[in-house]
Structure formats: C-alpha cells, structure tokens
C-alpha cells in the first residue's frame, strides 16, 4: 500500500465550479501534510500546508482529519488558471521523508 | 537566479552507458532531496541529505545508483549500467530544517528528463 494515495482523476469542471479532492495517508506516524500544485511539464510547487484545525487561502481550504487519516483540498470558485495537478503530500518526521501522492489532475473548462 | 538548478537539463543516452545528474540547491538550504518522476505519477522518494550526509535511501535506489553531496552544496546523481526503465524525470528539491527537523516546503530545481533508448 502506498504511503500517501490519491483519486488520480482527472476531474474536469467547468469554470466557478467547487471541486474537491481527498488524500489518505498510511502511516500514522506521518506528522505535517501539504498540497503542491504542478503544471504540465513544470516543477511542483507548495500550494498549502494542512493544519488539523484546517486552513483557508483565499478559494483554497485544507482540512486533516487524523482520526480517518485523510486530508482534503477544496477549491471554491474554480478559475482556468487552476488547472493543473494536485500533490499530496506528507512529511514522514520519524524519517524525515517527504512523500508524494500521485497527484490528482483537475481540469476547469470555460 | 538563487533558486534550484540542475543540469543537464535533457540526457539521452544508449542502455548500458553511465550518467550523472548535477544539482544546485539554494544556498542557506541544508536539505537536498532527489525524487523521480514518470509521466502520471507523484514525484517517488530516491534520498536525501542533510548538509554532506546522505541520510536515507529508498529501496527504489537499486545498487546502480549512487548519490554525493560531498561538501554540503551541490549534489550528483549518478546512475550507471542504465536501463529503459531508468528513463524519468529526475527532481532535485532543497529546504531548510529549524531544530533539525525539515519544513515541508520544497524548491524544486526544473529537473534532469533522462531518456535511455
């Protein structure tokens, strides 16, 4: 089992849509998470970091739910510059690991 | 530019030939990671450093590849005897650490895209 799995999508929305994505995680002793976004043919990028209490940056909001193990991103009025795929991510802090999802793809159309 | 560099950007080489990948990492950053990347996949773990120590190795890393970051700055992957599978991107990241642990925030370099034929 992977240690940080994501829906691969792609989820295809079309523009001011809310669209939202979940991560789970298989190592409890997994400490700090984090979304990335990367572009086609580009390098990944910190969106987010995940706080338990969950966070909001401007249409972007984080949420980590330890008991179940997940962590989810919602986008709120979905703009085409959002396209683009979603990393999940979670710091192993035992290892200090970085571990990657996947990703998920996300794809606004107008 | 202070940010993360890599170089070669693009490597095409013939099976069973040896490469090696430079990084740059930001300067005041002690931690540097390398990952692999194939085409709908998550960056994968490969090993990382902090300062000139290398600290952890994924099981991913087979005995073909070595990694040195032998003063503490730049970094080189090596990958010897290549094979067909070996062709990825490969992702250089830096960070910094507060107290010894690691942020979660990583600068990635634009990648090394090897291509074994």
């Known amino acids: 089992r992977k240690e940080v799995e994501q829906d691969p999508g792609p989820f295809n929305v079309p523009e001011g849509a809310t669209v939202a994505f979940n991560c789970t995680y298989s190592?409890?002793?997994?400490?700090?998470f984090f979304w990335y976004r990367q572009d086609c043919r580009k390098e990944p990028k910190l969106l987010m970091s995940?706080?338990?209490s969950g966070n909001e940056d401007g249409r972007f909001t984080a949420q980590l739910n330890r008991a179940s193990q997940y962590i989810s991103l919602l986008i709120r009025d979905s703009k085409l510059s959002d396209s683009a795929t979603y990393l999940c991510v979670g710091l192993l802090s035992s290892a200090s690991k970085i571990i990657f999802g996947s990703g998920t793809r996300l794809s606004i159309r107008p | 530019d202070t940010g993360v560099s890599q170089d070669p950007r693009h490597k095409i080489t013939k099976r069973g030939q040896n490469v090696t990948f430079r990084c740059d990492p930001i300067?005041?950053?002690?931690?540097l990671y390398w990952y692999r990347q194939t085409l709908g996949q998550g960056p994968e773990f490969l090993t990382y450093f902090q300062n000139e120590a290398q600290l952890e190795k994924s099981r991913l890393l087979s005995d073909r590849f070595s990694a040195e970051r032998p003063k503490g700055s730049f970094s080189t992957l090596e990958i010897q005897r290549t094979e067909q599978g070996d062709s990825a991107m490969y992702l250089c990241a830096s960070s910094t650490s507060t107290s010894g642990r690691p942020t979660g925030e990583l600068f990635f370099g634009e990648g090394s895209r090897l291509t074994v034929l």
């Open positions: 995940v706080y338990s």
């Open positions: 190592n409890s002793a997994s400490q700090s």
């Open positions: 300067s005041e950053h002690n931690r």
